[in-house]
């Protein structure tokens, strides 16, 4: 129970960190600029929910039934990419945060708590920027 439990929290983990910075830069843009599918939807059902820790992506989630198609489909291929992602951390999870209940961003802080602690692959997956490619420098 407690492993499934992880794994949930490593999958949320990995899907807020692959999606929202997407989110987060389309909400700040104009809708249908940029290349975020969500965009528009950001816009039209998000409007004044401030951007960080979460907050534009549970917004999404609260009006999943209403997302447009493109939205729709970016935020599943999004979650699919993050399947393969998210047990490249578990073992540092397990490590590292035990003890540290899930939510409000309390086991991202904790992975980079101990960031250089962490392994390599683990390191790689949360360096990674949306759609599972490390963002431009």
């Known amino acids: ?81 993050m399947k393969v992602e998210r047990k490249k951390c578990e073992p540092d999870v397990q490590k590292f945060c035990p003890d540290v209940k899930p939510g409000g961003g309390r086991i991202v802080a904790c992975l980079k708590n101990h960031q250089s602690e962490l392994s390599q692959e683990c390191k790689d997956s949360l360096a990674k920027g949306p759609g599972g490619q490390h963002p431009p420098k």
């Open 1 to 81: 129970m407690k492993k499934a439990c992880l794994l949930s929290v490593v999958s949320i983990l990995i899907f807020v960190i692959s999606v929202i910075p997407a989110i987060s830069t389309a909400g700040q843009n104009q809708a249908g600029q940029g290349n975020n599918p969500c965009a528009a939807d950001i816009k039209k059902l998000c409007q004044g929910v401030k951007p960080g820790e979460g907050h534009l992506m549970e917004c999404l989630r609260e009006h999943k039934a209403e997302l447009s198609p493109a939205c729709a489909d970016k935020m599943t291929e999004q979650k699919d990419k």
